[in-house]
Structure formats: C-alpha cells, structure tokens
C-alpha cells in the first residue's frame, strides 16, 4: 500500500523558515508528479507548490520567491522550504503524489504575528 508521511510542521514566528518533508514509500516516486497543498480553516485546499518528474516547478502566485520545492528521487523524499512565513501561511500542508492522487496526513504549520 502506497505511504506518505509529512513532516517538519510547527509553530514559528513570522519571517521565520520551515522545511517540510514527504516521505514516500510503496511508489515509483521518481515517476510521479508531487505537489504541495494546503488547507487553512475554514478555506479550501489549495496548490502551493509543483515538481515534475524531471524537476519541473510552479509555484502558486502567492507563495512565489518565498517557498521552494525540491526532491531526491534517489531516497523517494519531497521537500517544501518555506523562508519568510506570513500569517496567512498558516494551515495543514499535505503532500500529493500523482497519478493516481495519493495523499499524505498533512502537517500543521502554525505562523504567528
């Protein structure tokens, strides 16, 4: 069964810097399209951050110059650095891996003024 773990969550303060991790198992992940959602509360699930299998990237308008996705194929591992965090960052990060959509728990990230 296919398996996908987020982690690197928290609380930080505003302007801070997160790196969340997805790791993948079960999956010919090098094969597949990841991408970062999130959800605030409230909110619906939004694309934050795309990486093709041949590396690829796009980036939600809103996240631009501040967020990078990145993966290492080699040990089936996604990344999201987030550096300069607002507020409005604030929700449950989950990684996707696609096709088929499989979905990982989500990560809470927390951004506070």
């Known amino acids: 069964q296919v398996q996908l773990v987020e982690s690197g969550g928290g609380l930080v303060q505003a302007g801070g810097s997160l790196r969340l991790s997805c790791a993948a198992s079960r999956i010919l992940f090098s094969a597949k399209i990841m991408t970062w959602y999130r959800q605030a509360p409230g909110k619906q699930r939004e694309k934050v951050a795309l990486i093709t299998s041949s590396g690829g990237t796009n980036y939600a308008d809103s996240v631009k110059g501040r967020f990078t996705i990145s993966r290492d194929n080699a040990k089936n591992m996604g990344y999201l650095q987030m550096n300069s965090l607002k507020p409005e960052d604030t929700a449950v990060y989950y990684c996707?891996?696609?096709?088929?959509?499989?979905w990982g728990q989500g990560t809470q990230v927390t951004v506070s003024s």
């Open positions: 996707n891996v696609s096709p088929p959509p499989y």
